[in-house]
């Protein structure tokens, strides 16, 4: 039984990563719910059981051991106080952009490489990917193992859910306004734009080159996870969809190959559920992905001009495989290697 603390507890991540320890079974002792000094005096329940949230200070850990610290609040907080859980002996699994691309913290989706946690005890840290990534190495992994990869190009449809409660309250609070016919008097302040009724083709601020953080992340974080520098672009949308994440990915092979045994590989990938009934319009969609811990792919074909090219359509929970899920799953992991 494990001591787990949970920075960033009254989030939306923070909540679901308690539903997921539940629902995974996970061997929890206790839980410590940790957040910024405005939610001290809140509470969390898990298994029955009702938790007090504390402030996140630099002594917390000492006064209180934990096993595992559940980061998800920010990478700001994460570069502030991920070091006292590792110095008070806690392994960290972090879910900001932070660590990520530090060479010496593994970053892990444990369907993809597990292999890598092995490698925690360097800083002590394990980061867990960006949440369009996470989905979309589910179905790479696979399919690069048998037909080796050369380029992905990617378009995602990233719903409210990635900008954590506020955005979703953002996407509802404009839709209850244009209901009211006042959606002209709407002012965002989540995203640049009103995401009600709107696509908003810009997810982090853009860089130098054109590309925007989120979609240089999906590029950088894929070729560390697969340990392979293959061609990746990204175009990151953000849709007005509650929760759930959709993307758009062509996948260039090094061969021809055969739809039959794509089709096999997928069907048979871990956390990966194919939906690909065209005849009777069964294909993903982020209605029924929502609160589940599987990533949905579907509209698998081949490419009309090139036999060495496919394209599909995959949707997964940003909060639960995004976020949460494979943090327990990373957990999980952990612990058979310590």
């Not at 913290?105 to 996470?134: M, Q, R, Y």
């Amino acid at each position: 039984m494990k001591k787990i603390a949970i920075i960033g507890a009254t989030g939306a991540v923070g909540e679901e990563l308690l539903n997921v320890l539940d629902e995974l079974n996970f061997p929890v002792e206790n839980i410590l719910p940790l957040a910024s000094a405005k939610s001290v005096g809140s509470s969390v329940e898990f298994r029955g059981k009702t938790y007090k949230v504390q402030e996140l200070t630099e002594t917390v850990f000492q006064e209180n051991p934990v096993d595992i610290a559940f980061f998800s609040a920010g990478g700001s907080i994460s570069e502030q106080y991920a070091k006292y859980a590792v110095e008070c002996g806690a392994v960290v699994i972090d879910n900001t952009s932070h660590f990520r691309m530090n060479e010496d913290v593994p970053l892990v989706v444990p369907e993809c490489n597990s292999e890598d946690i092995k490698d925690w005890e360097k800083t002590g840290i394990i980061a867990n990917p960006n949440c369009s990534t996470i989905q979309m190495v589910h179905i790479l992994k696979p399919l690069d193992d048998v037909f080796n990869l050369k380029r992905v190009d990617v378009s995602t449809y990233q719903a409210a859910s990635g900008a954590g409660k506020e955005g979703m309250e953002e996407l509802v609070q404009g839709l209850q306004s244009f209901f009211a016919f006042k959606l002209d008097e709407f002012e965002a302040k989540t995203f640049p734009y009103t995401l009600a009724l709107n696509l908003i083709p810009q997810i982090d601020q853009f860089c130098e080159n054109g590309y925007t953080k989120e979609e240089l992340k999906m590029i950088n974080e894929t070729q560390k996870i697969l340990h392979k520098k293959i061609e990746i672009s990204a175009t990151c949308v953000r849709v007005p969809v509650l929760r759930s994440h959709s993307e758009s990915i062509t996948i260039h092979f090094e061969k021809d190959v055969d739809l039959t045994k794509v089709r096999e590989i997928l069907s048979k990938a871990p956390s990966v559920v194919m939906v690909d009934d065209i005849e009777n319009k069964k294909y993903p969609m982020p209605l029924f992905a929502s609160d589940t811990n599987e990533t949905y792919v579907g509209r698998i074909r081949q490419d009309i001009n090139h036999k060495n090219i496919i394209h599909l359509w995959c949707v997964a929970d940003q909060i639960r495989v995004g976020a949460a899920t494979n943090a327990v799953r990373i957990a999980q992991k952990w612990l058979e290697m310590v």
